[in-house]
């Protein structure tokens, strides 16, 4: 069977496996047969049963053989509310191309299933008169993004050229961001770089993992305090993964204190109320004006008092 187009959402396909397939992965195979749709949105459909192999649940990672029967059933995606809302954040700087925003932690970035309202894009839309619309309907402005969980420095392009410029910065590794991370347990050496390779965890597709065959990822952090069973760091991201610092943290056995994903819940410490990551300093140049500029925001209060709760 050739390539499913989207014509096809909303009906029930059927796709037998041919002896000569070389894919051997179901979300792999059904990515390269409904070109259409995104791998995460294949895995979603497959983890919520409207895929079914020979009539029986299956996992994105199940490997498929010559002759096996897929039921694929494609519902049509909700459609999202992008009515402007008001949503708490800060603007720190604007101009006619750009602006650099104070995201609070708790605040989504972008509107997605389970995150219909609230998100920053529709708090931006009800203070900015204008926002790119390269990144889509769904992420207009949206150049790069930080966790729900993580406070921060985010920047936001308010045309299609601002956007372009800022992507290809990106790109080149030209734009600067500095965190304040506090890790568990104490670590050693005072600085250090970690280069690791990130990629999606093959079993847990939520999560991301050191992979050999991953992406490349850089960070270089310093220590700046120790406290008894923590350790306050600023980070430097040279590259930007999904999820990078709380992976590559995580992996040297320190993860990110308030991380339940990677293993910052820890008993014998105060539970933090959110993910302990702030995104404190951003350096980039203007895309029009070619001036550099930098911006630096301290931590909110969360988080200083998390820090204050951990002093002897």
Known sequence: MSKVEMSEIGKSLELIVGPHEKVSRLDQYLKEKLSSLTRSRIQKLIE????????????????????????????????LDLTPEEVPFEILYEDEDVAVIFKPAGVVVHPAPGHKTGTLVHGLLARLKNLSGIGGKLRPGIVHRLDKDTSGLMLVA??????????????????KKEYLALLYGILRPLQGRIEKPIGRHPVHRQKMAILSGGKEAVTEYEVIKYFKKATLVLAKPITGRTHQLRVHFSHLGHPILGDPTYGGLKTDLPRPERLMLHARKITFIHPRSQIPLTFEKEPPSDFQNYLRLLEP
């Open 158 to 175: 308010k045309n299609d050229f601002a956007h372009q410029a800022l992507v290809s910065a990106f790109q080149r590794r030209e734009i």
């Open 48 to 79: 919520s049963g409207f895929v079914t192999i020979n009539g029986q649940k299956v996992k994105p990672a199940t490997k498929i053989k010559a002759g096996m029967k897929i039921t694929i059933f494609i519902p049509p995606e909700e459609e």
